[in-house]
C-alpha cells in the first residue's frame, strides 16, 4: 500500500524545499524527502555559517556569475529571480541584509533563520516533510505513476521532483542519488568536475594561516580577479581563489596584488610622505599587521628601519612584494572537497520553462543536480532556490 501525492520531491535542500513550497502554493498535495535529520545542511554552511542566500545584482550579474547554464536559466529567471527570492523571504517575516559583492544574508547573521523560514513556510501549506528518509528506488509504472522506496517505506506520486543536489561535501548528503535516477531514466549525465575549489599552495600558508583578506587582486597568466581571499592550513580559499580554481592548475604561479586600489607608484608616494616613519609603522597603515610583517621579512627588511634609510632596491623589494606576491600553486581540491559540482543532469534533457524532462513525463530536476555551477557569493542558491520554484510551480 503506498501514500499516494500529487508531487514528491527528493532532496531538502534550496531547491528541493522551494520545490515544495510552490508545489504546496499551487494546491498540490505534497510529499518532500530528506535523508538527513535536518533540511539544508549545505545551505546552513554557505556564506561561512550566515547562510548567503541570494545575491542582489541585477540580472547582468546573476547571469555573469554563473559560468555553466546561464542561458538555460532565462526562462527559471524570468518566472522567479533574485528579487523574488529577496521578497519571498521578506513577506514571510525574515529580514535580510545587503552586504559586500552583493551578498545577501539574514539578518540574525545565522542559517537556521533562512531554513526555519522556508520550514515554517512548507508547514503553512501543508507540505509533508519526511527526514531520515533516503530515497533507494525510483521507478515508474505503466500507467505513468512515479514509485518512490525508501529502506521502510513506499509512496508514490504523479510527479516527481530531483534536488538532490551535487556529489561535493557529500557528508551534507548531497551523494549524487539524483544522476543515478536520471541515469535510469535514460537521460544524460554530463560529466561531473570539481568547481569552486580551494587552492593548495607551496607556501606561505603555515605563516599566513587564518588571514582573510578584502578585495585582493589575483592574476594567473591573462586573468585577473579581485575579491576576497582567505589563507588556510593548505592554501588559499575565499571567493578569489575559489573562482580562479577554473583555470588554474597545478605548477601554475600566481601573483597577489594585496592593494590592487593603488598603482606602485602611488604606493610609493604614500611611503615617502611619511619618509620620518618605520618601515613596520608605515606598511601597517595600508596591510593588516600580521601581513605587513610577513612581508617586510620576506623583502629581508630590518622593520625599524626609518623609509628614508631604506636603500631604493630594498623599498622595490618590499613594494613587489605588496603588488605581486608570487605563490605557486600545487593543486586543486578534489569534488568532494570542493564547494560545487560541475556537470550535472544535461541541459538539453530538459524543457528550460518547466525543468521537466523531454523524454520522461512529469519527471522534473532542480538545483545543483542540474549541469549548472556558479561562483559563490548567493549565486548558486540563487540558481537552485529559482529553479526550486519554478520546477514545484509548473
Ligand atoms: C562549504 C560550502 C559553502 C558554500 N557557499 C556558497 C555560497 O556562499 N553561495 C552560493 O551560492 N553557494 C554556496 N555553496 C553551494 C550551495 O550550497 C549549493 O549549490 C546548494 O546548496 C545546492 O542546493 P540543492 O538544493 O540543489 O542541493 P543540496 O543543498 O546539496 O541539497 C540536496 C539534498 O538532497 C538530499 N538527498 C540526496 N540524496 C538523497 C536521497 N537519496 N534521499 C533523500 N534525500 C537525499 C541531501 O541530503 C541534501 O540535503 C556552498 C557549498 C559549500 C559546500
Not at 513577506?91 to 537556521?112: I, W
Not at 512548507?122 to 529502506?151: N, P, Y
Not at 549525465?189 to 594561516?209: G, I, Y
Not at 560545487?340 to 524532462?357: F, I, Q, Y
Request: charge should be positive; charged fraction near 20%; hydrophobic fraction near 40%.
Amino acid at each position: 500500500m503506498h501514500t499516494h501525492y500529487d508531487t514528491i520531491i527528493i532532496g531538502g535542500g534550496p531547491a528541493g524545499m522551494m520545490a515544495a513550497i510552490a508545489s504546496g502554493f499551487y494546491g498540490r498535495h505534497t510529499l518532500l524527502l530528506e535523508k538527513n535529520k535536518r533540511l539544508g545542511k549545505k545551505l546552513a554552511m554557505t556564506g561561512g555559517g550566515r547562510c548567503n542566500v541570494t545575491n542582489n545584482g541585477s540580472l547582468e550579474t546573476i547571469l555573469a556569475n554563473i559560468p555553466q547554464g546561464a542561458k538555460f536559466l532565462y526562462s527559471t529567471f524570468a518566472q522567479f529571480d533574485n528579487q523574488d527570492i529577496i521578497a519571498f523571504f521578506e513577506d514571510n517575516g525574515t529580514a535580510l541584509k545587503v552586504e559586500d559583492h552583493g551578498r545577501v544574508f539574514p539578518t540574525t547573521d545565522k542559517s537556521q533563520t533562512i531554513i526555519a523560514a522556508l520550514e515554517a513556510k512548507m508547514v503553512a501549506l501543508g507540505v509533508t516533510v519526511r527526514t531520515q528518509a533516503e530515497v533507494v528506488s525510483t521507478t515508474k509504472t505503466d500507467d505513468g505513476t512515479f514509485l518512490i522506496r525508501t529502506a521502510d517505506q513506499a509512496f508514490s506520486s504523479h510527479k516527481l521532483i530531483v534536488t538532490t543536489g551535487g556529489k561535493s561535501y557529500p557528508s551534507t548528503g548531497s551523494t549524487g542519488y539524483g544522476y543515478d535516477i536520471a541515469r535510469h531514466f535514460k537521460l544524460k549525465v554530463t560529466d561531473l568536475r570539481p568547481a569552486e575549489s580551494p587552492l593548495m599552495t607551496e607556501f606561505p600558508h603555515q605563516k599566513l594561516q587564518g588571514l582573510s583578506l578584502r578585495d585582493v587582486g589575483l592574476r594567473v597568466g591573462k586573468h585577473q580577479i579581485q575579491h576576497d581571499l582567505l589563507f588556510t592550513h593548505f592554501g588559499l580559499s575565499g571567493p578569489a581563489a575559489l573562482r580562479a580554481s577554473s583555470f588554474v592548475k597545478a605548477g601554475d604561479w600566481l601573483d597577489i596584488d594585496f592593494l590592487p586600489t593603488l598603482t606602485t607608484e602611488e604606493l610609493a608616494e604614500q611611503f615617502e610622505q611619511l619618509r620620518d616613519k618605520s618601515i613596520k609603522n608605515v606598511t601597517k597603515l595600508v596591510l593588516q599587521e600580521r601581513l605587513a610583517d610577513y612581508l617586510i621579512a620576506a623583502a629581508g627588511i630590518d622593520p625599524a628601519t626609518k623609509v628614508k634609510q631604506l636603500p631604493v632596491k630594498q623599498l622595490t623589494a618590499l613594494l613587489t612584494q605588496i603588488k605581486a606576491f608570487p605563490i605557486q600553486v600545487t593543486g586543486t581540491m578534489s569534488l568532494a572537497k570542493s564547494f560545487v559540482t560541475a556537470g550535472g543532469v544535461a541541459l538539453n534533457e530538459l524543457t528550460p520553462k518547466t525543468l521537466m524532462s523531454k523524454s520522461v513525463d512529469k519527471l522534473y530536476f532542480a538545483g545543483e543536480v542540474l549541469d549548472v555551477n556558479a561562483h559563490t557569493g548567493g549565486f548558486n542558491l540563487t540558481a537552485a532556490l529559482a529553479t526550486g520554484w519554478v520546477a514545484g510551480s509548473n
